[in-house]
């Protein structure tokens, strides 16, 4: 038994031909956070979290962001946040300093200055690409969720626009120190020329985010895919209940309980067991474990 | 198959001081929301629509809360919030932080229904709300003067003790408490008003549906989420049961308790009112809740770990029950 810790940049359909300018970045971003975890994964812009974080359908930024505790069970979450630097940051605050668990919009931001957390003028958060994603989405008229590549504008391209859409940008951090304590984290801006309001799977305890004393597990994807199959915490209850190793439990919920196309999730085990599995073409992500494992990639290892 | 089911709740943890005319004008409400549960089941509408229409008539009624009679933030606002969930197919829509739409479980029926995503959140949901045409009013059609009343109990409560949670041996400095030592959400019971709503039905065909609906926590800080639009927390619909919850919110979040009951009829293989006992006992830790749910069998059971739950059920073959107690 040791620490084992798991990281995601998303999962969906990632084009195989991802060019090298679009890869490269990402892979070092990943590789630095493998040291320090979602807050760091959150302040680089080629995640859709924070800084990066895709637009509205209004053109503005609403991030949301959720923390667990595998030990106490205790979790924090926030939703539609728009000036907050570190939104994983203030989930935290939610569940140490309030009586509750999930606070959103104007009531989370006047927490956030409560707290004296750091906040910034909300086009901090906006950057030059999400612009164009937006335009682009809305020319498209449609919720987009293609992260990875600007939309192809010709028309005749028109199946690869239906088929590319991937969901990819969401962040999550999953750890196991070498007590088996496990603890999860999982960050979001949601997808691009979403509705305002709009709040995914990321926040929810269960859905993109939950940990206990088993294992501890971020998910990635449609976010109403994750919600209605309550993706992370039926992991720990496969566990629970029917006895499944991590590994088996994670690979029964990306194959059985959401669609195809739809997930990916990081998980630990009390054990110090890491499993990355993903139903979408791909999934950045990253591991290590005390005995020196530690891997990158993006697409299915072979 | 044996047949719909259908169970209501009003919230669970209630002041055993409650004055018996209140504890009649609740059954009374309850027994009538069966009954147009029932009626319309008999009409062989989809659970999805009997859950939906059940929840709309608690709402509209100010007794509990839910819709008018919603507990008041501490500014002393209403931010309602409800979700629904529909078995076949696990389609679901929610919402949180609306401050004027008539009925919260209808404007989460539209988003599953009529938009791309499965919840939408204060100004964003009000918008969609307007978009969509449904009934709003001005948010002072919510507030009643009990609740303005508690409010202020409550925060008195507040002002005397630490923090939100008041401890029970505290009990005597305050003055909304000293009837009863009990305590719901961090108030005293005498204060909390009886919590959200909620309906499980199962119609003839064994499908499942669910939908919860809230005004929250009386004195909630202004953006509180609970756990009644959160699905697999306060709401949960599947092929097998639809579960609908109530009580201290937080402890419902962190047990994941609508989902835990279909899951473990899924993964360990109980029935019903097994599943729905084994999450009580094992899911909530400390935390003060209760359930209803219905299965595909037609079957129909609650649970709680409280004083009291204001609930009602029936069942086709001619099964009723409205109660408050063990």
């Given at each position: 038994?040791?620490?084992?810790?798991?990281?995601?940049?998303?999962a969906g359909?990632?084009p195989?031909?991802?060019?090298?300018?679009?890869?490269e970045?990402?892979?070092?971003?990943?590789?630095?956070?493998?040291?320090?975890?979602?807050?760091?994964?959150?302040?680089?812009?080629?995640?859709?979290?924070g800084?990066g974080s895709v637009l509205t359908?209004?053109?503005?930024?609403e991030?949301?962001a959720?923390i667990?505790?595998?030990r106490?069970k205790?979790?924090?979450?926030?939703?539609?946040?728009?000036t907050?630097?570190?939104?994983?940051?203030?989930?935290?605050l939610?569940?140490?300093?309030?009586?509750?668990?999930?606070?959103a919009?104007?009531?989370?931001?006047?927490?956030?200055?409560?707290q004296?957390?750091?906040?910034?003028?909300?086009?901090?958060?906006?950057?030059?690409?999400?612009?164009e994603?937006?335009?682009?989405a809305?020319?498209?008229?449609?919720?987009?969720?293609?992260?990875?590549?600007?939309?192809?504008?010709?028309?005749?391209?028109?199946?690869?626009?239906?088929?590319?859409?991937?969901?990819i940008?969401?962040?999550?951090?999953?750890?196991?120190?070498?007590?088996?304590n496990?603890?999860?984290?999982?960050?979001t801006?949601?997808l691009?020329?979403?509705?305002?309001?709009?709040?995914?799977d990321?926040p929810?305890?269960?859905?993109?985010?939950?940990?206990?004393?088993?294992?501890a597990?971020?998910?990635?994807?449609?976010?109403?895919?994750?919600?209605?199959?309550?993706?992370?915490r039926?992991?720990?209850?496969?566990?629970?209940?029917?006895?499944?190793?991590l590994e088996?439990?994670?690979?029964?919920?990306?194959?059985?309980?959401?669609?195809?196309?739809?997930a990916?999730?990081?998980?630990?085990?009390?054990?110090?067991?890491?499993?990355?599995?993903?139903?979408?073409t791909?999934?950045?992500?990253?591991?290590?474990t005390?005995?020196?494992?530690?891997e990158?990639?993006?697409w299915?290892s072979? | 198959?044996?047949?719909?089911?259908?169970?209501v709740h009003?919230?669970?943890?209630?002041?055993?001081?409650?004055?018996?005319?209140?504890?009649?004008?609740?059954?009374?409400?309850?027994?009538?929301c069966?009954?147009?549960g029932?009626?319309?089941?008999?009409s062989?509408?989809?659970?999805?629509d009997?859950?939906?229409l059940?929840?709309?008539?608690?709402?509209?009624?100010?007794?509990?809360?839910?819709?008018?009679?919603?507990?008041?933030?501490?500014k002393?606002?209403?931010?309602?919030?409800?979700?629904?969930?529909?078995?076949p197919?696990r389609?679901?829509?929610?919402?949180?932080?609306?401050?004027?739409?008539?009925?919260?479980?209808?404007?989460?029926r539209?988003v599953?229904?009529?938009?791309?995503?499965?919840?939408?959140?204060?100004?964003?949901?009000?918008?969609f709300?307007?978009?969509q045409?449904?009934e709003?009013v001005?948010?002072?059609?919510?507030?009643?003067?009990d609740?303005?009343?508690?409010?202020?109990?409550?925060k008195?409560?507040?002002?005397?003790?630490?923090?939100?949670?008041?401890?029970?041996?505290?009990?005597?400095?305050c003055?909304?408490?000293?009837?009863?030592?009990?305590?719901m959400?961090?108030?005293?019971?005498?204060?909390?008003?009886?919590?959200?709503?909620?309906?499980?039905v199962?119609?003839?065909?064994?499908?499942?549906?669910?939908?919860t609906?809230?005004?929250g926590?009386?004195?909630?800080?202004?953006?509180?989420?609970?756990?009644?639009?959160?699905?697999?927390?306060?709401?949960y619909a599947?092929?097998l049961?639809?579960?609908?919850?109530?009580?201290?919110?937080?402890?419902?979040?962190?047990?994941?308790?609508?989902?835990?009951?279909?899951?473990?009829?899924?993964?360990k293989?109980?029935?019903?009112?097994?599943a729905?006992d084994?999450?009580?006992?094992?899911?909530?830790?400390?935390?003060?809740?209760?359930?209803?749910a219905?299965?595909?069998?037609?079957?129909?059971a609650?649970?709680y770990?409280c004083?009291?739950m204001?609930?009602?059920c029936?069942?086709?073959?001619g099964?009723?029950?409205?109660?408050?107690?063990?």
């Open positions: 038994m040791g620490w084992a810790i798991a990281l995601h940049g998303g359909d990632i195989l031909n991802l060019p090298p300018e679009r890869r970045p990402r892979e070092a971003a990943l590789r630095h956070c493998l040291d320090i975890g979602v807050r760091e994964l959150e302040n680089y812009p080629h995640f859709n979290a800084k359908s209004d053109g503005t930024v991030m949301e959720c667990m505790d595998g106490t205790k979790c924090g979450a926030v939703s539609g946040l728009t907050v630097v570190n939104a994983i940051s203030l989930a935290r939610v569940m140490e300093k309030t009586p509750h668990i999930y606070l919009f104007d009531g989370a931001e006047a927490f956030a200055r409560e004296g957390v750091e906040t910034t003028d909300k086009s901090h958060f906006v950057t030059s690409e999400n612009i994603r937006l335009k682009q809305k020319e498209a008229n449609r919720v987009q969720i293609d992260y990875t590549q600007p939309i192809p504008k010709e028309p005749t391209k028109e199946t690869t626009v239906a088929d590319g859409d991937s969901q940008g969401t962040v999550g951090c999953v750890a196991v120190d070498n007590q088996g496990l603890a999860t984290a999982t960050s801006g949601g691009v020329n979403k509705m305002v309001g709009r709040i995914g990321t929810i305890i269960g859905a993109g985010t939950y940990a206990n004393s088993l294992c597990v971020s998910a990635t994807g449609r976010g109403e895919s994750i919600m209605r199959a309550t993706v992370a039926d992991v720990a209850a496969l566990m629970e209940y029917k006895g499944f190793s088996e439990a994670a690979a029964y919920v990306v194959g059985e309980c959401a669609p195809k196309g739809t990916g999730l990081v998980a630990v085990s009390a054990k110090g067991e890491v499993t990355m599995q993903f139903n979408t791909g999934m950045f992500r990253a591991c290590a005390e005995d020196g494992y530690s990158i990639a993006i299915p072979v | 198959m044996g047949g719909w089911a259908i169970a009003g919230g669970a943890g209630v002041d055993p001081n409650l004055p018996v005319e209140r504890q009649e004008a609740a059954k009374q409400l309850l027994t009538r069966l009954n147009i029932i009626s319309a089941l008999r062989s509408l989809p659970a999805i009997v859950v939906e059940v929840v709309r008539e608690l709402e509209a009624d100010p007794f509990f809360n839910s819709g008018r009679g919603s507990a008041l933030t501490t002393g606002t209403v931010e309602m919030e409800a979700s629904i969930m529909d078995g197919g389609r679901c829509g929610a919402v949180s932080g609306v401050t004027t739409v008539k009925s919260p479980v209808s404007l989460a539209l599953m229904e009529k938009s791309p995503h499965s919840y939408l959140a204060f100004s964003g949901a009000e918008e709300a307007r978009q045409g449904v709003t001005d948010n002072d059609y919510f507030i009643t003067e609740n303005v009343g508690m409010l202020k109990l409550a008195e409560a507040n002002t005397i003790l630490f923090d939100y949670r008041i401890p029970t041996h505290g009990l005597d400095t003055s909304a408490a000293v009837d009863s030592p009990l305590v959400n961090g108030l005293p019971i005498s204060v909390y008003a009886p919590e959200t709503v909620g309906c499980t199962v119609d003839g065909k064994g499908r499942c549906a669910a939908a609906s809230t005004g926590l009386m004195n909630k800080m202004t953006g509180r989420i609970g756990d009644s639009p959160l699905i697999g927390a306060g709401t599947c092929e049961c639809g579960v609908s919850c109530t009580g201290e919110g937080e402890a419902i979040i962190r047990g994941t308790l609508a989902r835990e009951v279909a899951a473990v009829m899924e993964y293989g109980f029935g019903l009112q097994q729905v084994y999450v009580v006992k094992e899911r909530l830790d400390q935390g003060k809740a209760g359930l209803i219905v299965s595909r069998d037609g079957e129909v609650f649970g770990n004083v009291g204001f609930r009602g029936a069942t086709e073959d099964f009723m029950e409205v109660g408050i107690w063990e």
